[in-house]
Each structure stands twice: as structure tokens, then as C-alpha cells.
């Protein structure tokens, strides 16, 4: 539990930090670039593809191919309640997803290889006794670069209220 704690709060700092604006370099002391400030079409459209594939998967039952998307550490968080992927799974096989909805799905570099996917959710689903889970939340998603493939890392939904 504490290894969760610690992984959320430097989650936290970390996003806090990436909103910060860097101090203006003086003349001749400029430090070139550490990346560029986008990711290439690919990285982005790879990245909005398997976020959509882990809720088709997850909607499907494909969990084995959900099991497979996800990195081997990836976490998620539920509000007050913090997943490993193997608790994810697990909670899948029982939960239903009737239909859902992602839109204004936006790609945010952090780093050469850190990126977070953001994105609003509807979903008609509900779990094993038959609870009905947010219909609208708020998703973000930290994906991490191993070797050549982008994988999931930490998922984080905040209800939204109805306006």
C-alpha cells in the first residue's frame, strides 16, 4: 500500500512539475532541446489505439489480449480504490460493459518517452453485484516507451458531475 502511495504522489509531482514554464536561458547559455514538444503522428495514434483497445478488450472478455497490453506494473486508480493488473483483471471477468464512449482524446508529451492520454468516458456498466459504476468520468493514462512498444502504466478516472 505504501509503494502505491509513493507511486501516485510522484505521479502527482510529476504532472505538477510538467506545468511549469522552464527560466529563460541567457544569451550563449542556451541548452539545446532534450525533445521535441511533439510526438510523432504514430507515437500519438499508437497510443489512442491501444487506450481504446484496453476498454474494447475489457468489454469484450478479450482479457487475455487486455493482459497483454498493459505493462507488468501498470496500477490503477478508482477514486478511493487502487488496482495492480492482475486485480484489474480480475474485476473484469466479473463487471459487464454494456457500451461505452471515449472523446476529446488528447495525447500530452512528457518525455522522449512518457506520455499521458486524457480523455472523457462514458459508460453504461456496472459490476458483479450489479452496481452501476460513473456513467461520465474523466480518464488519464500514463504511458511509458519499452523497447519499441508503448504500454499503460498508471490509469486514473475522476467522476465528472453533470452539467
Same mark, same amino acid.
Given at each position: ?72 506494473? @501498470?496500477? !490503477? ?13 480480475? /474485476?473484469?471477468? =466479473? *463487471? &459487464? ?21 486524457? @480523455?472523457? !468516458? ?13 456513467? /461520465?468520468?474523466? =480518464? *488519464? &493514462? ?22
Amino acid at each position: 500500500m505504501k509503494k502505491s502511495r509513493y507511486f501516485v504522489a510522484a505521479l502527482s509531482l510529476l504532472l505538477v512539475l510538467t506545468q511549469c514554464k522552464p527560466k529563460a536561458a541567457e544569451a550563449g547559455n542556451a541548452a539545446p532541446a532534450a525533445s521535441s514538444a511533439q510526438f510523432s503522428k504514430a507515437d500519438i495514434s499508437n497510443i489512442t489505439n491501444r487506450e481504446v483497445s484496453s476498454w474494447e478488450f475489457a468489454k469484450t472478455k478479450q482479457l487475455d489480449k487486455l493482459n497483454s497490453l498493459l505493462a507488468d506494473d @501498470y496500477q !490503477a486508480f478508482f477514486g478511493k480504490i487502487t488496482m495492480s493488473k492482475a486485480e484489474v483483471i480480475r /474485476n473484469f471477468q =466479473v *463487471s &459487464t460493459i454494456a457500451n461505452y464512449r471515449l472523446f476529446n482524446i488528447r495525447v500530452k508529451k512528457i518525455e522522449d518517452n512518457t506520455a499521458v492520454i486524457q @480523455y472523457e !468516458a462514458l459508460q453504461n456498466a456496472q459490476d458483479q453485484d450489479g452496481d452501476k459504476w460513473v456513467p /461520465n468520468v474523466a =480518464v *488519464s &493514462t500514463v504511458y511509458a516507451r519499452r523497447g519499441n512498444a508503448w504500454y499503460p502504466v498508471f490509469y486514473h478516472e475522476t467522476p465528472m458531475l453533470k452539467q
